[in-house]
T-cell receptor, first 112, second 113 residues
Framework: QKEVEQDPGPLSVPEGAIVSLNCTYSNSAFQYFMWYRQYSRKGPELLMYTYSSGNKEDGRFTAQVDKSSKYISLFIRDSQPSDSATYLCAMKTGGGADGLTFGKGTHLIIQP | DSGVTQTPKHLITATGQRVTLRCSPRSGDLSVYWYQQSLDQGLQFLIQYYNGEERAKGNILERFSAQQFPDLHSELNLSSLELGDSALYFC????????????FGPGTRLTVT
């Protein structure tokens, strides 16, 4: 079992729809959770960063973390064609230095 | 633009060769991280440096090494290259050693033939 599982998609939705992207994880030591957006052949761009459980909203993006279920979500409201990209969840244990553990990413397509 | 720069953008080399990838972190960031992205493995953490010292190691092969210089730029050295080393190599930086918010550069695409 991989530490972080993410449906690769593709997920195709019409413009203006609400998009829900999810990851599950197995390591209960993860405390920091991020979402990155990656356009084809570009570097990942940090979208959202949350600590422990709860919700965080930034513009059209909402990140949710449920540590009891080991499940995190990213919601995108009023989706635009420019949101078409691969979305990667990433996680990190607390405290010390370490790299991020990534899901493999979900390929999202917003149809105009 | 994240503020992290990487050179070169593309690199094509032969098996058995050695290459050096370069990264400059965002202004003021002390930590540099190296990641490898391949189709089958996804994004994998290789190694972290903080203010010139190695801080954490991930899935880095013994043929790979890195260092961070006094001006905080970092280099990733890949030697005895194999076909399977073909991948995108990303550098990320963060302000502190803990590195909860990491900002990625544009990457170097390495092709080993």
């Amino acid at each position: 079992q991989k530490e972080v599982e993410q449906d690769p998609g593709p997920l195709s939705v019409p413009e203006g729809a609400i998009v829900s992207l999810n990851c599950t994880y197995s390591n209960s030591a993860f405390q920091y959770f991020m979402w990155y957006r990656q356009y084809s052949r570009k570097g990942p761009e940090l979208l959202m960063y949350t600590y422990s459980s709860g919700n965080k909203e930034d513009g059209r993006f909402t990140a949710q973390v449920d540590k009891s279920s080991k499940y995190i979500s990213l919601f995108i409201r009023d989706s635009q064609p420019s949101d078409s990209a691969t979305y990667l969840c990433a996680m990190k244990t607390g405290g010390g230095a370490d790299g991020l553990t990534f899901g493999k990413g979900t390929h999202l397509i917003i149809q105009p | 633009d994240s503020g992290v720069t990487q050179t070169p953008k593309h690199l094509i080399t032969a098996t058995g060769q050695r290459v050096t990838l370069r990264c400059s972190p965002r202004s003021g960031d002390l930590s540099v991280y190296w990641y490898q992205q391949s189709l089958d493995q996804g994004l994998q953490f290789l190694i972290q440096y903080y203010n010139g010292e190695e801080r954490a190691k991930g899935n880095i092969l013994e043929r790979f090494s890195a260092q961070q210089f006094p001006d905080l730029h970092s280099e990733l050295n890949l030697s005895s290259l194999e076909l399977g080393d073909s991948a995108l190599y990303f550098c990320a930086s963060s302000a502190r050693g803990v590195g909860n918010e990491q900002y990625f550069g544009p990457g170097t695409r390495l092709t080993v033939t």
